[in-house]
């Protein structure tokens, strides 16, 4: 890689910008509590919106409050997927160091909101369709997410190197990519018993605002929820190194003394 | 090229090719990741006889006849994708969302010339929700019956409503 | 309210998984952050010793 002079500008200055842990502590010593704090007002208030004060719908009755804590899940899962990949592109490609960490804290958060999204679309599904499970192509490629990330978090434990792990994590991560446009396609490429989307980027949404001004609040609160749980385990991780290092570095002046 | 691009090339060139893979199989097994069959698919192509399948439509308003058999409810209705219909026959309790008009899935095996006999009988429901004091309001002034066919789009409603206050408001 | 039962396990799945999430993170927090202020006041002390 060439040098860059000095005075020149640096490519990907931007993503080396939080590369440094110390500065990525001191990012997350506002950004923390700032996060958490929101994320809680904003669950609150939805919490209570969609349980109370949110309509019933006329064919589902009180089953559709359920889809205030399914929707915000199943676009979680695939967004929190979609930044594992993107941590494995940025640890692959420029080796960025905080990547991998991330994707090692990123990784269970995913698992656990996939998993709640499976589950609550069971519990929604038992009342409404009459099936817990069904085998349609929505809800396989959503359990093909799910075991993706339990694979992500395996891989990364599976090697006595961290550094191949890491690298095998991220290859996984990069390659599991393809579930993602299968699974927000599923509903339209092939019938599924699943119901289309009510929310997409091209139609207005098949939902009266009073259903939909509850939804987004929910949906505010958990990505608020999902990005500060993120960066408080980060933060943790970082902790965590550093204290492991000043423990070896002890050691290592200690036996110098002896 | 310096070595990062070389990596980022490496590294979308493989996520490309694994996707056309996967494309190409998905594509392949299309028929078999589909979850039921239209009326009309099964007409045109009957399956085997002893095979189980899905069959999924809407159901035809005024086609629903319940009867009691002992104890099991008899339930007998027609599902249609527009195209064909076929009669089916399903023994149990229906789904709570089951209505006409309601889009459901059966599962069962079918003999041309008799009814469906279905095994299992589950309830799709649409991506349009909208709230019960809404749809109570629509059914009774006409606008819609939800035994024939999807309720009008959000927007809609909300200028449906401004349109009542309107001719209310000149009368 | 109708089905109240799997309203009631969804909202409770979700929210106690998250609570459990969080007292976790705050746990691990808490844990490091004392092990690094133990780590810091020993080696201080090592080095006004020698």
Known sequence: MPETLPGQPVKGAFLHRFANPGRFLRLAHWLFPLLSASSGIFLTIGMIWALWFSPADWQQGDAVRIMYLHVPMAMLASGGYAALALCGVLSLVWKHPLADLAAVEIGPVGAVITGLCLVTGSLWGKPMWGAWWVWDARLTSVLVLFFLYLGHIALIQAFDDPQRGYRAAAVLAIAGVIDLPIIKFSVNWWNTLHQPDSITLTHAPTMPESMLLPLSICLTGFSLGFAALVTGRLQAAILETRAEQMLTRRARSQNGLS | ?171 | MSHLPYIVASYIAVLGAAGILAFQLALRLRRARTRIAALETRSARQKDTL
């Open chain 2, 1 to 171: 090229m310096t070595r990062k691009s070389r990596r980022l090339w490496l590294v979308l060139s493989c996520l490309a090719c694994f996707a056309v893979a996967s494309g190409l199989v998905l594509n392949a097994f299309s028929s078999s990741i589909v979850f039921f069959m239209a009326p009309s698919q099964i007409l045109r192509e009957p399956p085997a006889v002893d095979r189980v399948i899905r069959l999924g439509g809407m159901v035809v308003a005024g086609s629903l006849k319940r009867s009691l058999e002992g104890q099991t409810p008899i339930n007998q209705f027609d599902i249609t994708d527009g195209q064909a219909a076929i009669a089916v026959r399903y023994e149990g309790i229906l789904p709570d969302l089951f209505r006409e008009g309601q889009s459901v899935v059966a599962l069962g095996t079918y003999l041309k010339g008799s009814p469906f006999s279905a095994s299992e009988v589950l309830a799709k429901h649409d991506e349009t929700y909208m709230p019960k004091e809404v749809a109570d309001a629509l059914r009774k002034s006409g606008k819609w019956d939800p035994r024939f066919g999807k309720p009008p789009s959000a927007e809609s409603l909300d200028s449906m409503a401004r349109h009542d206050t309107d001719a209310q408001a000149h009368r």
